[in-house]
């Protein structure tokens, strides 16, 4: 889906400028470090200098996680769009009293889980006739659900009030045709790709149980019980009858 897309960009962006403002404040601990050894000599400013960037580099990590946990950050929103998962978001935010952001995170839930649903549905039930077959299955099925997603979230954002409008705005109403195609492609591709692990794995499965009846063997199981039977039950018996009878001979 566009939006879970643009959530995990702006997520990245606000991880890559923590992760380098973190990286700063490592290295201004180091310099704080190294100004305690040249304090004798500069009195103290190097170590004072660095020790005031580490601490301004480190306030910055910890108001960019904030920001990302908050009500409208691109962690929270992240996870609004994942299926069945973002509806705790959606109750979290009820709970806090935002109702707008509940409501955009229930539609963004349902969306993605409908179309979850619809593509993983038709896979499985799919019969496995071929590796092409269920790929097209799964291509069909991933549009036809991020189309029914889209649809669904439409509907949810209609009923929005003023005040939802204002803060979370109406994403798919609002949508563009290109956003919207652009989610049903990214559908389709990703139902593709679910049909071709269900043709791969069903291979895998046909493959494992043919090794297996190689070992039992074509005239039936009689060989691989027998192969069984002596290495597990005749075995210890025999060995056992063979202990007796030399004590018996030897008294």
């Known amino acids: ?11 990245a962006r606000s991880v890559t400028l923590s992760g380098t403002a973190l990286l700063r404040g490592i290295g201004n601990a180091l310099g704080t470090a190294g100004g305690v050894c040249v304090a004798p000599f500069d009195g103290g400013k190097l170590m004072h200098d660095q020790a005031k960037k580490c601490s301004s580099e480190f306030g910055t990590v910890g108001r960019d996680v904030d920001k990302a946990f908050s009500k409208d950050g691109s962690v929270t929103q992240f996870a609004e769009s994942l299926p069945v998962v973002g509806y705790i978001p959606s109750a979290v935010h009820a709970i806090a009293g935002n109702e707008p952001q509940a409501k955009r995170a ?10 979850t ?11 496995v006739s071929g590796g092409a077959s269920l ?13 029914a997603g889209n649809g669904v ?45 269900k043709g791969v794995a069903s291979n895998a499965s046909r493959l494992f149980v043919g090794e297996s009846l190689k070992e039992v063997g074509g005239g ?13 039950g005749v075995k210890q018996p025999v060995a056992g009858a063979a202990k007796q009878g030399m004590k018996h001979a030897l008294a």
């Open 135 to 147: 790929i097209a299955v799964g291509a069909v099925a991933g549009a036809v659900g991020a189309a």
């Open 220 to 232: 039936g199981a009689s060989r691989f019980v027998v192969k069984r039977a002596v290495e597990s």
């Open 153 to 197: 979230q439409c509907g949810i954002e209609t009923a929005y009030t003023e005040e939802d409008k204002d803060q979370v705005g109406q994403e798919k109403l609002n949508q563009n045709g290109k956003a919207w195609a652009a989610d049903v492609l990214g559908g389709g591709v990703a139902g593709a790709a679910g049909g071709a692990l």
């Open 106 to 115: 229930a539609a963004r839930c349902t969306n993605s889980t409908v179309a």
């Open 1 to 11: 889906q566009a939006i879970c897309g643009t959530a995990s960009v702006v997520h």
């Open 117 to 127: 649903g619809v593509a993983v549905g038709a896979v499985v039930a799919a019969p």
